[in-house]
């Protein structure tokens, strides 16, 4: 039997209100990133980080913070042959929510 719990309020310092503040400048700059767009776009917040990944799928980390992450597929437009080489003009076809991840090191 699952029962509710109220939760005591908890005191909000002027961290916390900072934190929050940044983490929602965070959200409004990950959310302008939108399919459409290009990699050079993409890479004004975001930069590449580690891992397993190709010209056409990649995990980016937010430049300010490398635990804040997005998965991004891509299209090639410039080459599209060479599946290796990233082209600023490369679009972006899909993005992840954000999430929270350790760095990935290789």
Same mark, same amino acid.
């Given at each position: 039997?699952?029962?509710?719990?109220?939760?005591?309020?908890?005191?909000?310092?002027?961290?916390?209100?900072?934190?929050?503040?940044?983490?929602?400048?965070?959200?409004?700059?990950? +959310?302008?990133?939108?399919?459409?767009?290009?990699?050079?776009?993409?890479?004004?917040?975001?930069?590449?980080?580690?891992?397993?990944?190709?010209?056409?799928?990649?995990?980016?980390?937010?430049? +300010?913070?490398?635990?804040?992450?997005?998965?991004?597929?891509?299209?090639?437009?410039?080459?599209?042959?060479?599946?290796?080489?990233?082209?600023? +003009?490369?679009?972006?076809?899909?993005?992840?929510?954000?999430?929270? +991840?350790?760095?990935?090191?290789?």
């Amino acid at each position: 039997m699952l029962m509710a719990t109220s939760l005591a309020p908890t005191q909000t310092t002027e961290t916390d209100k900072e934190h929050t503040k940044w983490i929602a400048s965070v959200i409004d700059s990950v +959310q302008k990133i939108r399919p459409g767009m290009t990699r050079e776009d993409l890479s004004k917040v975001f930069t590449t980080e580690g891992g397993l990944s190709n010209r056409f799928h990649r995990t980016h980390v937010y430049k +300010q913070c490398p635990y804040i992450k997005v998965t991004v597929e891509l299209e090639a437009v410039a080459n599209p042959d060479d599946g290796l080489k990233e082209m600023p +003009q490369d679009k972006i076809v899909k993005i992840s929510i954000p999430f929270l +991840q350790y760095s990935i090191m290789d």
